[in-house]
């Protein structure tokens, strides 16, 4: 397994799958559920894309003109496009903005699973989303993550 973060430039391998990891970040205030997610996925040949950035600087403004913002939100958009599975934690200390945009983005592409525990403040207009277009939705982490391997490993 490798991962891989924004700003890093990669190529994914002829038959490398891939796993990004959507989800709360709240500018790195959120917890860090995607270690812990990656660490379930150590023992597999896959590239984890994690846009959680080692180097963010909240001060970067929220503009297209801001060359290291853009360089990060393009680096996210890029990385969901080339996912074989979209991995959605809405963590319910956090807002999650992004990850609803996101999920708006790809919940019709069929390779996203998301998990939305109690207490997440939008989490009824989660449930809709994804009852409609038939994602897999969990309000658990457990179950969530042994999805996401299953997934990953072509098991779904």
Request: aromatic share 10%; hydrophobic share 45%.
């Amino acid at each position: 397994m490798r991962v891989l973060k924004p700003p890093t430039t990669y190529e994914l391998g002829p038959d490398e799958r891939s796993v990004f990891l959507a989800g709360s970040i709240d500018m790195g205030e959120a917890a860090d559920w995607q270690a812990e997610l990656t660490r379930a996925l150590a023992d597999t040949p896959h590239a984890v894309l994690n846009p959680r950035r080692d180097d963010w600087d909240a001060s970067w403004r929220q503009s297209i003109h801001d060359a290291k913002f853009k360089e990060q939100v393009e680096w996210e958009l890029g990385s969901l496009e080339r996912a074989d599975v979209i991995a959605m934690w809405f963590a319910p200390t956090s807002a999650a903005p992004i990850t609803l945009l996101e999920l708006g983005l790809h919940a019709r592409f069929g390779h996203v699973i998301v998990g939305c525990p109690d207490g997440y403040w939008r989490k009824g207009n989660v449930e809709v989303v994804c009852a409609r277009f038939g994602i897999p939705l969990f309000a658990e982490w457990e179950p969530f993550v042994a999805a996401v391997v299953a997934a990953a490993a072509g098991r779904s």
